[in-house]
DNA sequence: CAGTGGTCTAGACCACACG
DNA sequence: GTGTGGTCTAGACCACTGA
């Protein structure tokens, strides 16, 4: 028996996962601890890897199922467009859920971001961004309210704040967005139907008009796996 | 008692860690666990993310230390410029250590980026890039033989492989580099002192030559919380 | 309802740092 | 050696799913 259980588990895991069906149910924990030899805190801490590239998929209360060919998105950084667009673009097909448009004062962050005073209203705007059916981004626009009451969205409003305002003729120039990689909050775990603490991409974006003013601050988080996103450096001055 | 063991323990911790001078040391984790009515297993979970923030620092045998303000390397992505340039231009002091050339046969990987057969030997070049003495990011380069032997790098080689390059005449045009977020492995977790598990941000680039040639591929790990990249991006065509 | 994954506990052993 | 963080175990309770 090796010294180092995590790394024999994961071997064990990936050989498991591939001889599986795309779709089939891996045997429940307390089982597969059993089966490994190990601990369940040890095998779900394994999983957890295969969980953040896609390959398996948690559900309390159903099990563990693993995942087929996921479908990648794959786009440069230069070019804004909607992750809608984006999936036309390629082919794709992606659907939107859990969407609720509310109301809120600015807080310290929304302030500093979108040049309001504090307390404000803005406009929140958040989505689950599926394909195949499966969550793979989270959204949340913020905007002033003098840029967008919530009463102003259709009730046709498909998810995609940036192609609205495109829609409706606002003159956008440029989006300036940071990129970081975090651990997922409870908040945005529960939406993405992932555990706290997975490995997320997050993009935070504010978006100018033609008079120089953020109309929209954007916190957008991708589980990794299904985008491929990149950009091109220029060498040199 | 709250029934959120969690939640309660962030609030409890990141009071702690506030009152905490930078520097310091915290009290060692079965005594924590203990004054903060938890489990140790709970509480490791809970540092994992005040760690992915840098602002605590857990070293094997040593004990948890308080980190003080971070010196952040805040850059766009649409210019490449080498870790060494970019801290020279924001006055910040970044050491390397940990530095490793070698000679290796191309694995599939390599081969495929840098189009050369597979077994063909490629020149890797490893190196951790500090900040105040801490750890922030692992580079890893990987070049052709013919582009680079492990023999031509000077021994005053200070870590930039593409300020060497720049510096030896090369003619270098473009990067294209792959954007992703990833659950530190073991193999980067240990020369940046972090945890396998703990997020990181990746870079996977590919130089190019002024004869489209890909002469470096090249993963980047850097460890959140001392990098700010952000990029800008264009509304529509 | 039974069974699943999500969370937490208490305890153990190890490798490592430091005096 | 002593004490630290790194890892693993065995067991418990909970929230949720689906028949």
Redesign the interface.
Known sequence: MSHFP??RLQADLAALISKTRAGDRLPSEPDLAKQLGVSR?TLR?AM??FE?QGLIHRRQGAGTFVVGQVPVMDAG????ESLDTMADRLGLEVSVSDLHVDGIPADKDHAAALAVPPSSKVTRVRRVMRADGRPVAYLVDCLPEEVLKPSQLPASFKGSV?DFL?DRGDR????????????AT?EVAKPLEIQ??D????FT?Q?YNSAGKVIDYSSSY?I?GYF??????????
């Open positions: 995590f790394q805190a801490e957890r890897t953040t950084l230069e070019m804004l940036l495109i956008l120039t440029v989006s300036r967005a940071a990129i970081s990689a975090i651990d409870a706290r603490g490995v997320l991409l997050q974006s978006l991708f990794p491929h996103f990149h950009v091109n450096r220029r060498v040199g001055g």
